[in-house]
């Protein structure tokens, strides 16, 4: 196959320089490359979220980007949503909620989550349905998620981010 | 809602968060596809392009002169060198065909390559040379005697094994009282047809397993399992090969639901392994998963079920047949033993069809057999309220099987909690208020299913500080390392942050069934709550000498040891600092086995939907869960698996169906097409949780994972036809589906 090419991106605030093929996702190079197995493979389609990461403040199933299309830019993943020991507040209400159950999904839904709140503090019940509908989870009804998302949300009200 | 007496627990009914929590919300966690072993090559399966054909030749030449194909394997390096392809079991042909493909997606071949795109291109170049059959997908249609033979060796089990070939695995029959007697006495009759389709259990986390076979014959297995143990023994069988030298590390699990029970990659990569002599991966894509794993069987079920004019059921009959897939199964006979099992009915009859047809080896997927059974049989049940003018649940209610009450195979249950889930049904705020609007409609419907209990092994071993390591053998599908911690805490009296749980190879703990049949809180609790004892006993016996009394002396109650006289006493974790910190290493063990099938579990749903007259979108307004759980260890960890169940019946009422093209190939093997419930499709799921505390295990615990999935395609249905004013006798109610037969087109 053809040659790999050079890519520098900042990933979780860390400059990264990598070689990938042009045939290579976001996701094999973040997973396969760069040894960063938390954005994870459910359908390599679009249609599953488990592994979205936020692009140049987009959210964006990594499996659906190449990987030299991150040159230049910036990625979040959910290895960098906590910040040293202290858990993104998403990360809090998942674990007191009981918003998972196998786990699978749950950076897809972080991350995704993550996106949203950014931008929308307040959003409710039915704006997360919606913004979520793109991410699957088989095991916990979205019962449990929804509510630790909106949970989250409540905690980011009353704590502005340090960042 | 706690029905009767429950002992005053400290950690059992609390809500801690789970020990592994952690890692799976900052991604550290390690599942199937995160394991990257130094020099793996990365393997891709060939798979049969037809739904039935006989294989004439398979030619790897091509694939094996690519640049970066380091091997290829087909059944022949199962058979080994000289081995007879043709003789190859059922699970042997299921990992790699042999003589016949039995289905589209079987396996046919494997490739090992420096990189997964390079197999990807080594899979294409594999020609393989078929001869194409006529193949049937239709179960009924299977059961003729003009269908298309799968596997011209079969012959029926059961009372009529004919003498010719045939797709019908096993007619298994269950008889009690005089059916014809029965339903001479009945003064209302219902009756109907029912079919329901193949439908996939549709894990988030597709197969993946690595596999490492040292030059002395020592291998190692790393995979995504719900059964380190049984794919340790499956591994030994297909390769020939000593169980003592097979270790199987069981990864993170993401979802199973019944589907990783069965191995399919890990035979595979361990031969591809053996060849090249490096670690190989295999990982499934979707398509792989769709097609080329287990999913849960397509039925065609009739019903007919009498009674008397106050209600009381006196007789009921079922024919069903289910979908094998392509190899010999036994889901019709698990739906003979749960059809009838919620209620007293004197005189029944049951024939259960296993069939084969050309699709993929059916597997579980939570309480098997069950929801589809409950699909039919619990729409009979409206009819026979609606015929009778009662309320479904208080006829329920009237005719709901309690402790004594005939249970599946014949014995009587034990205490069970049917009626309690129905009074909580009748009393919950959901059935109160009558539902409004219009096209909208509530139903309700009950379901049944077991609780498994095989065996359990864990190990326990004390730290110097006194806390307490819990090591098992279960994959934690969904917090069970948390709910076994718990059984421990409350067994020794410490907190629950006091014991670190951990799920351990197949070399470091003794034997452990399958994680399945909502088993683990249950069983493993048992053997927990066994070693936890164990504990007890050697500490007291470590601890007189200390203390200079006889060991009688010595009583523990409460999380304390102390002497009968009061004089000296201490907590465990004093105890333990004392005893251990300064001695020699404490572990002990505890096994059991729980025996096959250990009681049971009801669960019951109420749903209320609008249905779109212009599109025959069904609409999830409002839905109730309701179910027995014994003792809810975690009570967040069982509303959640209540939750879950009922969306995954959600799905399976509404949705999800595998969509065949005459050639048998699967139309829509994608997560677009195949399309799961989403965030946006289901609103909150309420839950109540009953207590009845099960006489068969030490903190009264039923398994909780299956029961929630068999009420809600009945229960929708149920719904449907109430807002409709049609019964609807296919799943799924698609769109289409509702139009076709509210407006009697199609």
Known sequence: MSGRTYVSAKINGEQMDFLCEPRQSLLEVLRDELGMTGSKEGCNNGNCGACNVIMNGVLVNACCVLGVEAQGGTIVTIEGVASGEDLHPLQRTFLDDAALQCGICTPGFIVAAKALLDKEPDADEARIRHWLAGNLCRCTGYDKIVHAVLDAADVMRKTPAKV | ?746
């Not at chain 2, 550290?28 to 037809?50: F, N, T, V, W």
């Not at chain 2, 509530?442 to 326990?460: D, E, I, K, M, Y």
């Not at chain 2, 595998?658 to 048998?664: A, L, P």
């Open chain 2, 1 to 746: 809602m706690v029905i009767e007496n429950k002992p005053k627990y400290k950690v059992i009914g609390t809500r801690p968060v789970r020990p592994d929590g952690i890692d799976k919300v900052t991604g550290r966690a390690q599942y199937g596809a995160d394991i990257h072993m130094q020099g793996a090559l990365q393997g891709r399966m060939k798979r049969s392009p037809h739904a039935h054909a006989i294989i004439k030749n398979i030619d790897v030449s091509k694939a094996l002169a690519l640049d970066g194909v380091k091997a290829v394997v087909t059944a022949q390096d199962l058979a080994g060198p000289g081995g007879d392809v043709s003789t190859l079991p059922d699970a042997a042909q299921n990992i790699l065909a042999s003589r016949k493909v039995l289905y589209r997606g079987q396996a046919v071949a494997a490739v090992a390559a420096i990189n997964d795109h390079i197999a990807q291109e080594a899979v294409k170049l594999i020609e393989v040379e078929y001869e194409v059959l006529p193949h049937v997908l239709d179960v009924r249609e299977s059961m003729r005697p003009d269908a298309p033979i799968l596997n011209e060796t079969m012959r029926t089990r059961g009372p009529n094994p004919g003498d010719g070939a045939t797709n019908i695995v096993a007619h298994t029959v269950a008889a009690f009282g005089d059916i014809e007697r029965g339903f001479a006495e009945c003064d209302v009759i219902v009756e109907n047809e029912f079919s329901t389709k193949m439908v996939h259990q549709g894990y988030i986390e597709p197969q993946a397993a690595t596999a490492s076979w040292a030059p002395d014959g020592q291998l190692s297995i790393w995979t995504t399992t719900q059964g380190s143990f049984p794919a340790r023994e499956a591994c030994a069988q297909l390769l020939n090969h000593p169980i003592s030298k097979i270790k199987v590390t069981p990864t993170e699990i993401g979802g199973g639901f019944g589907g990783k029970i069965s191995v399919y990659l890990e035979p595979v990569a361990a031969l591809l392994s053996r060849k090249t002599g490096k670690p190989v991966a295999i990982r499934m894509d979707r398509i792989d998963v769709f097609e080329g794993t287990g999913p849960t069987p397509g039925t065609s079920i009739k019903v007919k079920l009498g009674a008397t004019k106050d209600g009381k059921f006196r007789a009921a009959y079922a024919d069903m047949a289910y979908e094998n897939g392509a190899f010999a199964g036994s889901a019709a006979m698990y739906a003979t033993m749960v059809i009838t099992a919620g209620y007293e009915i004197e005189h029944v009859k049951l024939d259960g069809f296993d069939v084969v047809v050309n699709k993929p080896r059916t597997q579980d997927y939570r309480a098997p057999s069950a929801p589809a059974a409950a699909f039919a049989f619990e729409q009979l049940v409206d009819e026979l309220a609606e015929k009778l003018k009662l309320d479904p649940l208080k006829l329920r209610l009237m005719n709901a099987s309690k402790e004594g009450s005939r249970g599946p195979m014949g014995m009587p249950f034990k205490r069970v909690g049917h009626e309690e889930c129905l009074e909580a049904a009748l009393n919950s705020p959901h059935y109160n208020p009558p539902l409004e609007g219009p096209n909208r409609g509530r139903g309700v419907a009950s379901g049944f299913w077991f609780n498994v209990g095989l065996r359990s092994s864990v190990n326990v071993s004390v730290q110097p500080d006194g806390t307490v390591n819990l090591n098992e053998g279960n994959t934690d599908i969904g917090g069970t390392r948390a709910s076994l911690a718990m059984q421990l805490a409350e067994t020794i009296g410490v907190a629950f942050e006091d014991i670190k749980p951990g799920v351990v190879d197949t070399d470091s703990v003794g034997v452990n069934d399958v994680t399945a049949g909502s088993r683990v809180t249950f069983a493993s609790g048992m053997a927990v709550h066994e070693a936890g004892k164990n504990l007890i006993k050697e500490l007291t016996t470590r601890l007189a000498p200390t203390w200079q009394v006889p060991v009688e002396e010595i009583e523990f109650e409460d999380g304390t040891f102390k002497t009968k006289d009061g004089a000296k006493s201490g907590t465990f974790k004093e105890i333990a600092t004392q005893v251990v910190g300064r001695g020699v290493g404490l572990t002990v063990s505890g096994s059991v086995n729980a025996g096959f099938l250990a009681g049971g579990g009801f669960a019951h749903a109420i749903v209320d939907v609008e249905v779109d007259p212009e599109t025959g979108k069904v609409t999830i307004l409002r839905y109730t869960a309701i179910q027995d759980a014994g003792t809810a260890v975690h009570p967040a960890y069982v509303e959640g698996q209540m939750q879950g169940g009922a969306v995954q019946g959600i799905g399976w009422a509404i949705n999800e169906e595998y969509y065949y093209d005459e050639s048998g190939r699967m139309a829509n093997s994608s997560f677009l097409d195949y399309r799961l419930p989403t965030s946006l499709d289901v609103p909150m799921i309420d839950t109540i949780i009953v207590e009845v505390p099960n006489p068969l295990h030490p903190f009264g615990v039923r398994g909780v994972g299956e029961p929630g999935i068999v009420p809600p395609l009945a229960a929708i249905a149920n719904a449907v036809c109430h807002a409709t004013g049609v019964r609807q006798t296919q799943l799924p109610m698609s769109p289409r589906r509702i139009l076709e037969t509210t407006l009697g087109i199609g």
